[in-house]
C-alpha cells in the first residue's frame, strides 16, 4: 500500500524557535492534510491543502502542498509549549478519499 | 462547535471477551470512519461508511471485528473474541463530502487494553 514518510520523529526545540517538519510519497495524494494529537486525545485538524502549490496559513502554522503533489511541509513559527504533541501528515486520494497517515512528528518545546 | 462523540474513553477487557465501541459524528455528515491507531504509529482505517453502507472494510479483520451503521447516523464497532493485540487506540472520524470538504474530523478515541 501506499507508504508516508515523515521526518524528523522528534523533535526537541527552545521555546520561541520556529520548526519545520514534511511528509514525502511514493504516490500521488489529491489533498494534504496535518492534524495534532495530544497524549490520550484524537487529532485535531490543523491545515487542509487541496491544490498543488498552494501555501495555507493557520496563525503561526502554515503549510505547502509539494508541486510533484508528493510531498508537503508544515511550519510552525515562534514555537509555544503548547505546540508539544505529535504532528501527523495524511494524504487524501482514490475515490473513497481515504486518507493514509504518516507515523507522526513529536515535538517537545522546552519552556 | 459540533464534535465527534465516542464512548467509552477507556475500556479495559480479558482477552477472549467480546467489547464495543460507540461513535456519533458530527450532525450532517454522512460519511464515518473507524480507525485503529497502534502507539507510536499513524491511525490506520479499518472501515469506511457512506451513510449506512460499507464503502471500504478492507483492513477489518472480519473474523473478529464488526462494524455497523444501521440508520445512517452513529455507529458501532464491536470486537469478539478480543486478543492481546487489540490493545490500541479505536479512533472514530466523520466527513461531510461535498465540493472540496474532504476534512476529516476525530472523536477523542477509546483506549483499548486486552489483558
Known amino acids: 500500500g501506499q507508504q508516508l514518510n515523515q521526518s524528523p520523529q522528534s523533535m526537541f526545540i527552545q521555546e520561541g524557535e520556529d520548526v519545520s517538519m514534511n511528509c514525502t510519497s511514493s504516490?500521488?495524494?489529491?489533498?494534504w492534510l496535518w492534524y495534532k494529537q495530544d497524549p490520550g486525545e484524537g487529532p485535531v485538524l490543523l491545515i487542509a491543502?487541496?491544490?498543488?502549490?498552494e501555501l495555507t496559513s493557520n496563525g503561526r502554522l502554515t503549510a505547502q502542498f509539494g508541486i510533484t503533489r508528493k510531498d508537503s511541509f508544515l511550519n510552525i513559527s515562534a514555537s509555544i509549549p503548547s505546540d508539544v504533541g505529535i504532528y501527523f501528515c495524511?494524504?487524501?486520494?482514490?475515490?473513497?478519499?481515504?486518507?493514509?497517515f504518516g507515523k507522526g512528528t513529536l515535538l517537545t518545546v522546552n519552556p | 462547535e459540533a464534535e465527534v462523540a465516542q464512548s467509552p474513553r477507556y475500556k479495559i477487557t480479558e482477552k477472549s471477551q467480546a467489547v464495543a465501541f460507540w461513535c456519533d459524528p458530527i450532525?450532517?455528515?454522512?460519511?464515518l470512519y473507524w480507525y485503529r491507531q497502534i502507539l507510536g504509529q499513524g491511525p490506520e482505517l479499518l472501515v469506511q461508511?457512506?451513510?449506512?453502507?460499507?464503502?471500504?472494510d478492507s483492513q477489518l479483520p472480519k473474523d473478529r471485528f464488526s462494524a455497523e451503521r444501521l440508520k445512517g447516523v452513529d455507529s458501532t464497532l464491536k470486537i469478539q473474541p478480543a486478543e492481546l493485540g487489540d490493545s490500541a487506540m479505536y479512533l472514530c472520524?466523520?466527513?461531510?463530502?461535498?465540493?472540496?470538504?474532504?476534512?476529516?474530523?476525530f472523536g477523542p478515541g477509546t483506549r483499548l487494553t486486552v489483558t
Open positions: 472520524a466523520s466527513s461531510f463530502i461535498s465540493g472540496r470538504s474532504y476534512e476529516q474530523y
Open positions: 450532525s450532517g455528515h454522512a460519511t
Open positions: 491543502l487541496y491544490k498543488a502549490g
Open positions: 504516490s500521488i495524494f489529491n489533498t
Open positions: 495524511a494524504g487524501q486520494g482514490g475515490s473513497n478519499y481515504k486518507l493514509t
Open positions: 461508511f457512506q451513510d449506512e453502507s460499507v464503502v471500504d
